[in-house]
RNA sequence: GUCCCCAUCGUCUAGCCUGGCCUAGGACAUCAGAUUUUCAUUCUGAUGACACCGGUUCGAAUCCGGUUGGGGACGCCA
């Protein structure tokens, strides 16, 4: 039986690498339909707080990770790691320096570890010093505490990032103290920022919590990780968890260092976004827009339409936000570039005047009559369509891109339509 | 400094374990063309990589060694 566990430590929000480092772990637990266990490792009682231990869960659970028990906190068992360090003491394997506990390193050993990700590797006691096991304020440190718990919690494989690499013979030194039989352990590569350095806010952002807030969807922000260090062989990168789950397997892991490819994540995000019915957009607009302060009460019949018209070109919730202002304030963003372009010369003014005319009086305000008022307006005036386009366009959304043009108007509406090409032509 | 991990297009990768099917495939990005009323979408095409040096072999991206480069760890942080 699998049992494979994600440690988050509670001191800061969930950070990207910790997200896929519990993705790995999940999805290993799920294709062996094992258990995933979640340890809170609060042992630094200053810096551990109750807000980012909830982020951390709602982010999770956003990325759609479940565990299967209740989740231990190391904060609750002092005594645990006290008794056992003691134990060591008296089994002579380790000493007592003031209140601390330290345990004995046998020098000249090897310690070989079979990484499910790298192969064999191993180390030389020699190069590892004497281990702390219980500080002077009589917390654990980290490698003492982890071995007891994994091994408290029956974990079968360890699966973890490889800044955890050089810990592994410390662990098994303690496993073999504590006469148990070590797991299985994978160290991952790391994910690195595009200039190759550590990743950090300039990449794009560190936390789950940024992506969640840009308006990634989670699925996106899943299957990109799911990428950055694995593949499922051959040609495949469009893939659904169900799908991972099936296809995922620890020996197709890399031990290569990735780098964390925001465009790319941002393309694949605008793919989960389009393929999504236009219904299921509706409520996660609705919040990105409640989230970021704006008007939301739109009906669903009109923001459904903008959705339509927009659901192509947005890449990312936010992005949507920003280019579909106009539709819902009169305070809408202004390309000044564009408007500099389009609606300064008297020419663009004159277009828009005559333009605005004609939508008057044509019946239905449907995209088929504006197309058919725009384009006998241009055949008339020995114009290029683009020449009554592109001001209209500005005119009534601030924007030199956009939806197609006679689509949006009829959205947005005649009395909103003609209201701003009239203000841009005077 | 010591120890450890790693090395295919700009980026993520397939291929590597089980050498020949690789004149190295895909995706993102970039560029060009087509479609389009603009932008976008879509379609077509192009640019672009086995880090280097040796070795093993009839044959190496694939195996071995070294060099260089990148990363990680050397905390009474986790």
């Not at 699998?2 to 800061?12: E, M, N, Q």
């Not at 070590?182 to 940024?210: N, Q, T, W, Y």
């Not at 020449?387 to 601030?398: C, D, L």
Request: glycine share 8%; hydrophobic share 40%.
């Amino acid at each position: 039986m699998v049992r494979v566990r994600f440690a988050p430590s509670p001191t800061g929000y969930l950070h990207i690498g910790s997200a896929r480092t519990a993705l790995f772990n999940w999805l290993y637990a799920r294709h062996y339909k094992g258990s995933l266990l979640l340890r809170i490792e609060d042992t630094d009682k200053t810096r551990s707080e109750k807000k980012y231990l909830d982020e951390i869960i709602d982010d999770l659970k956003w990325l759609g990770i479940d565990w299967d028990e209740e989740p231990i906190h190391q904060s609750a068992r002092f005594d645990v790691y006290r008794r056992m360090a003691e134990d060591l003491v008296k089994k002579g394997k380790a000493y007592r320096e003031g209140e601390a506990y330290i345990f004995k390193l046998e020098k000249g050993r090897t310690i070989e570890v079979d990484d499910m990700i790298h192969g064999k590797v191993s180390f030389n006691t020699d190069d590892i010093k004497d281990q702390v096991m219980i500080k002077s304020d009589g917390s654990p440190a980290y490698n003492f505490c982890c071995v007891v718990d994994d091994a408290y919690l029956k974990v079968t494989h360890i699966i973890r990032g490889d800044d955890h690499l050089s810990n592994t013979p410390k662990q098994i030194l303690f496993y073999e103290a504590l006469g148990i039989t070590p797991p299985r352990f994978g160290h991952m590569p790391l994910i690195m920022g595009a200039d190759g350095a550590k990743l950090s806010k300039r990449h794009g952002g560190v936390s789950v919590e940024e992506y969640k807030k840009e308006g990634f969807l989670p699925e996106a922000l899943v299957n990109y990780l799911l990428l950055l260090g694995w593949s499922p062989g051959g040609d495949k990168e469009m893939i659904g968890v169900d799908e991972a789950v099936k296809l995922f397997d620890i020996n197709n892991m890399k031990g290569v260092q990735a780098k964390f490819d925001l465009v790319k994540l941002t393309w694949m995000n605008g793919e989960y976004i389009a393929a999504k019915k236009d219904e299921e957009l509706l409520p996660l607009i609705r919040k990105q827009m409640e989230d970021e302060g704006k008007k939301t009460d739109t009906p669903d019949e009109i923001l459904l339409k903008v959705i339509g018209l927009y659901k192509v070109r947005m890449k990312t919730l936010s992005e949507f936000v920003r280019m579909t202002d106009y539709f819902f304030t009169e305070d809408y963003s202004v390309e000044e570039k564009a408007a500099g372009k389009y609606l300064a010369g008297a020419e663009s003014k004159n277009i828009l005047r005559e333009f605005s005319g004609r939508l008057k009086e044509i019946k239905d305000f449907s995209h088929s009559s504006i197309e058919e008022a725009c384009r006998s307006l241009a055949e008339e005036k020995k114009l290029k369509a683009g020449q009554v386009i592109h001001p209209t366009r500005v005119a009534i959304s601030g924007k030199s891109t956009g939806a197609g043009l006679f689509e949006m108007m009829e959205v947005l509406g005649r009395s909103k339509v003609l209201e701003r090409m009239q203000k841009a032509a005077a």
